[in-house]
């Protein structure tokens, strides 16, 4: 048995359960071992009795008095009656569903060989009643007896508790885990990270760190495992982008720009407004990159509305003045049209050829467009991630901006990158990151930042409410010649099953507003159709949008000056905010309407920091908080880059240490080629061959 070895071969799994881990992505030992606990429960002893009274996790130690069986009509209830260390005497109900099956098996038969007169228990649960102070009645959530080897495992120390999938449970799950940390090879296993750092660090090895993890001794030990992980997570990934900045740093485009002017002043004259200065500097600095002789790394965060739509054509005009080809990339389909006609809108006049590619584009619609990109006529491409489709071929694309660069994996970012190495690259988002976050992830990231928003905005009103009285405020606004959306969430991240929802809603709210124009928009209808829908809107053709969250960026439509987000709750802060931004765009006062269905605290806390807040980075920090940086760079779905052990906030001081020892690192040995790198090299290698499309270790 080593850590290599199938999960399946492991004491008690078998080809069954192995499938059952297959769905937490666990398939090898290695894996399971790497797969950390959620939280730990305290369950060391030394509790003071009138804590029973509390809402705390009860964990008792005791000897059975007695027992009784209690055949309800229903259930049937198992009791016993304990007597903990402190003599007090634990009234313990375990409850089981008559079912036909119960009245043949005695489905108390293993709990009653446990639970005999006389036998030490441990017994963790929670007060049955809580108001009622009289008794200590429990109800029992695992039970142990005391004799067993095993018991140490769940009871008397801080149990893991482990992220779960249906079929398996905890206690399985803590021993697999021992089994998993007894029997591989584990201890043998070399050490990756160098001998040097580990000392200088004063970090646990990793079998140290793996044991304590899972089962960890001390609050202290617990986390010196968590910092020797969450180092090694940082340095790995620090390094690789440490690699792929040198690597960047050395390119040099064989292409260079020059500021004409001929499309980029009549395209200012055109406009309508004129830059705010923000978006005057900004433009300074991408200019500055796209004339230097390095490719361009570019993020450009801004909050929703302050107009990073304008910023990016300018680059990409720039890029059309020198004769290059420019593609912009959207989250969505429908954002991706809107980007395609404001384009056309704002270069009306003007010999610069736009098209729109999707994956919803007409076979023979997409032949014309992929010809006109490979000869050159077309000058810039938008699109959803379909642009970076193997067949799509572009004559001399030399300028990339992905718009809500959060929603993007990182595998689409660098699948982009790919398309031409040396490839000047703005990413824009309105979700911003932390610059030490930026620093460990992208090393070679420059950040431009738009703070502030074009004149005559109106904050916009935010308020949780109930749906009749944010139909009140829809009716309102309606009858005084405004438009309104209504967004539901998404079940179960599939737009299908939302699509049905979203549809089911619509045709009650057809019955509440029957005086009024309404439409539905989802993600399952077709291009065509969207963009009727969209275009209906925005022409005020119809007055109330009821839509799926796909309309949750860059839409556009300044009459609009209500959004309702039903069930709130369900949605995380950026979402809400960017929803937000899609009302109050006009010189209307405009509303934000969250109607919460039940809400959990998390997400109490949500809905009362977008009430409370308007700035989005104080937003995007709190989300980062309340969520954690993975799923915010858009990668806890694709699995990569996420970081199993360390958090970006808790292990800030972990974070500078990777920096810096990634900096000495790679100054000293900048091609990881001596004998006391090679391991972690090989570490490093392994990663890239699985996730990391962006450097080159070879
Ligand atoms: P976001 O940063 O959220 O992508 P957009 O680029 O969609 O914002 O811009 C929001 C709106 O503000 C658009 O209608 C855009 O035309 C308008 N806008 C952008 N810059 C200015 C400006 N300097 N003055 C007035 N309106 C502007
Ligand atoms: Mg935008």
């Not at 666990?26 to 071992?33: F, K, W």
């Not at 209830?77 to 007597?83: D, L, N, S, T």
């Not at 057809?510 to 539905?520: E, I, N, S, T």
Request: charged share 25%; proline share 4%; glycine share 6%.
């Amino acid at each position: 048995m080593s850590i290599s070895t199938q999960i399946q071969y492991l004491k008690g799994i078998g080809p069954a359960k192995a499938k059952l881990f297959e769905r937490l992505r666990i398939a090898t030992v290695e894996d399971l071992l790497h797969y950390y606990p959620r939280t730990y429960q305290d369950r060391r002893l030394g509790m003071p009795p009138n804590e029973y009274n509390s809402d705390a996790l009860i964990v008792c130690k005791g000897r059975v008095l007695r027992t009784q069986l209690i055949p309800a009509r229903s259930v049937l209830i198992f009791k016993a009656f304990i007597e903990d260390e402190h003599g007090n005497t634990l009234e313990c109900t375990w409850f089981k569903k008559r079912t036909y099956r119960a009245f043949r098996f005695d489905p108390f038969a293993a709990l009653k060989k446990d639970f005999h007169m006389g036998n030490e228990v441990w017994v963790i649960g929670r007060r049955e009643n809580r108001d009622n102070f009289f008794g200590n009645k429990i109800t029992v959530e695992e039970q142990y007896p005391a004799e067993d080897v095993l018991t140490s495992l769940h009871a008397g120390r801080l149990t893991p508790i482990y992220g779960l999938t249906e079929g398996l449970t905890n206690k399985q799950f803590r021993i697999f885990m021992y089994e998993a940390l007894q029997t591989s090879t584990l201890a043998r296993e070399p050490e990756i990270l160098p001998q040097a750092l580990l000392s200088k660090r004063k970090l646990l090895s990793a079998p140290q760190a793996l044991q304590a993890i899972h089962f960890p001794n001390s609050l202290a030990e617990l986390q010196n495992a968590r910092t020797r992980l969450a180092y090694e997570e940082f340095l790995l990934l620090a390094t690789a982008w440490g690699i792929k900045r040198t690597q960047t740093k050395i390119l040099a485009k064989d292409y260079t720009y020059e500021i004409k002017k001929n499309l980029l002043t009549p395209f200012r004259e055109n406009l309508g407004f004129s830059f705010t200065n923000s978006q005057r500097r900004v433009i300074n600095e991408i200019f500055n990159d796209l004339c230097s002789s390095r490719p361009m790394n570019r993020l450009l965060q801004g909050d929703v509305g302050s107009g990073k739509t304008v910023v990016a054509l300018c680059a990409m005009l720039l890029a059309v003045e020198n004769g290059y080809q420019a593609a912009l990339m959207a989250p969505t389909e429908i954002l991706a049209e809107q980007h395609y006609f404001t384009f056309k809108r704002m270069l009306a006049g003007l010999p610069v050829k736009v098209a729109v590619l999707t994956s919803s584009t007409k076979p023979t619609a997409r032949k014309k467009i992929l010809k006109e990109l490979s000869d050159g006529d077309l000058s810039i491409l938008i699109g959803t991630h379909a642009v970076i489709q193997e067949d799509v071929k572009f004559h001399n694309l030399r300028l990339a901006v992905i718009d809500e660069q959060h929603r993007f994996g990182v595998k689409q970012r660098s699948k982009l990158k790919e398309k031409t190495a040396k490839l000047d690259l703005l990413t824009m988002t309105a979700t911003p990151i932390p610059r030490t976050l930026a620093l460990a992830f992208y090393g070679d990231l420059e950040v431009s930042t738009i703070n502030e928003l074009p004149p005559g905005r109106q904050a916009i009103l935010t308020e949780t409410t109930t749906s009749k009285l944010a139909y009140d405020r829809v009716r309102e606004e309606v009858q005084n010649g405004r438009q309104a959306y209504i967004v539901f969430p998404l079940i179960e991240e599939s737009e299908k099953v939302s699509a049905k929802a979203v549809t089911e809603e619509f045709e009650k709210l057809k019955k509440v507003f029957p005086q009024f124009r309404l439409a539905m928009l989802h993600g399952q209808m077709s291009q065509t159709e969207k963009e009727q829908i969209m275009a209906d809107f925005a022409s005020h053709q119809t007055d109330i949008l009821v839509a799926t969250p796909v309309i949750e960026v860059g839409i556009d439509v300044k009459n609009a000056t209500v959004m309702v987000i039903e069930n709130a709750e369900r949605f995380g802060l950026a979402s809400l905010h960017q929803l937000r931004g899609r009302v109050g765009r006009g010189d209307h006062q405009s509303y934000c309407m969250l109607v919460p269905q039940h809400a959990g605290s998390v997400a109490k806390e949500r809905v009362d920091i977008i009430c409370a807040t308007r700035d989005g980075f104080k937003i995007g920090e709190r989300d980062m908080q309340l969520r954690g940086p993975g799923e915010i760079l858009g990668t806890r779905q694709s699995g990569e880059l996420e970081f199993k052990a360390g958090d970006i906030f808790k292990d800030r001081d972990v974070l500078y240490w990777a920096i810096e020892d990634r900096d000495e690192l790679l100054t000293q040995d900048p091609g990881l080629v001596q004998p006391e790198h090679a391991l972690f090299r090989r570490k490093l290698q392994e990663l890239y061959q699985k996730n990391w499309h962006l450097i080159d270790l070879s």
